[in-house]
């Protein structure tokens, strides 16, 4: 026993070296050296010390998943010692903390007001508006990859498509953003649509291949049409909303002095903020809904097995393009807001960086769960905007909480939910992850 012991913890130094070796002749380039900008002109800044602690964190992540995770008899959940939640208990978290969100979301903008002010306020409720859009992008991606099971890698590119139609239409024909927003959710449902009919027969990688292709096409074409889109300069002066035709102006006529208000520029982020709120839960209350009807169990069908599925009855054709086309009908009400928000879009804004956070919002919290998504949102989005000062240590802090979430939790932070429809009462409340198939058809 005791000379096992010994032969897994050699082996375990060996091969955490081993990685240590890797990163240090990765990290060398990425991190240890940095250009500057002189008086002379570009000099290199050596930073080893960064290198060091880097090549130090992999060597102990790297020994710690050996000697007790990959080489261990225990299964994981014994030797985290209980921090993995129970199917059950998992369960009961999940139905506490949704309308322990719901409040607080609602709540939000005058508990800020009262704790810091208008002018303290304003950065948080800015970040509250962005990470309530990645939210409603997440559980727009959550129907294609979560439910339906069509692994999705090119969602930006509805997304984009949103946020061009409200600003090309409120550019040349003068629409308001009440008249756009539908319309931009009809012109992305028909790009799904479009994308959805040459990915008919492909699965799996084959799938993400194409929907990542697909949203390329569209950030070029938006880049080279430079006539129509504006090319890398993007598109400016888009028109603010207004609120049932009061403008957030100074003055007469303005949202200040029809309520007999003091103008403060902060009553146009408390309105985008609902604003935004109201289209995710909107999201949400329909995501759930279809989730019960015949087209959400033919969803979840295709998801566990597309062969079954398709000798049921199911036309498998709908059923993938109802998937495509109501994810991006909301994807295009999210890139309208954000066209508004901004007041500036350009390709740049709709990268595949996006595809990348978005598609990682919903796998962390959990494929099929929208609680999940909501929290996977709030640590990804808002966790990085508060450490934004080391950005150049943002993405290797994201691959590493990646690693940490599957292996602590392969499933997402949320890895039970309840099913549409069960036999057995006493599983009606919640079905382990484990048990179906997810990101397959």
Known sequence: MAAQKQDLLAGSVK???????????????????????????????YRWSAV????????????????????????????????????????????????????????????????LGSRGSRQYLDLAILVTTYVMLGWGLNIVVGLAGLLDLG???????????????????????????????????????????????LRGDYLAIVTLAFGEIIRVVLLNWYEFTGGPNGLSGIPRPSFFGLEFERGEGGFA??????????????????????????????????????????????????????????????????????????????GSFFATRQGFISPESFTFIESAVILAIVVLGGLGSQVGVVIAAVVMIGGFEFFRQFEEYRMLVFG??????????????????????????????GISADLVQEGHG
């Not at 550019?171 to 008249?179: I, T």
């Not at 590493?400 to 409340?429: C, E, H, N, Q, Y």
């Open 400 to 429: 590493l909480l990646m690693v940490v979430i599957m292996v602590w939790k392969p499933r997402g932070l949320i890895s039970t939910r309840a099913p549409s429809i069960a036999l057995d009462r006493k599983k009606a409340k």
């Open 155 to 201: 969602y930006v590119a509805f997304y984009a498509v949103g946020a061009y139609s409200y600003a090309l239409l409120a550019q040349y024909f003068g629409f308001s953003f009440w008249l756009c927003l539908p319309l931009a959710g009809i012109l992305a449902a028909f790009w799904g649509i479009i994308l959805g009919f040459p990915v008919l027969r």
């Open 257 to 334: 002095d029809f309520f007999g208000l003091e103008f403060n520029s902060i009553h146009r982020i408390i309105f985008l903020y609902y604003l935004i709120l109201v289209m995710a839960l909107l999201t949400n209350f329909v995501t759930m809904r279809l989730r019960k009807l015949p087209v959400g169990r033919a969803w979840e069908a295709l998801r566990e097995d597309e062969i079954a599925c398709r000798s049921l009855g199911i036309n498998t054709t709908n059923t993938k393009l109802t998937a495509f086309a109501l994810g991006a009908m909301f994807g295009g009400f999210a």
């Open 15 to 45: 091969d955490a070296a081993v990685g240590a070796l890797v990163a240090f002749g990765l990290f060398a380039m990425l991190i240890g050296m940095k250009t500057d900008v002189s008086i002379g002109g570009l000099s290199i800044e």
């Open 52 to 115: 060091a602690i880097a090549v130090a964190v992999v060597f102990v992540g790297r020994l710690a998943l050996n000697l007790f995770v990959w080489k261990s008899e225990k299964p994981v959940t014994a030797m985290l010692g209980g921090l993995v939640p129970s199917q059950s208990s998992a369960s009961r978290f999940g139905h506490l903390i949704t309308p322990v969100l719901f409040v607080l979301a609602v709540v939000l903008p005058f508990l800020l007001m009262y704790f």
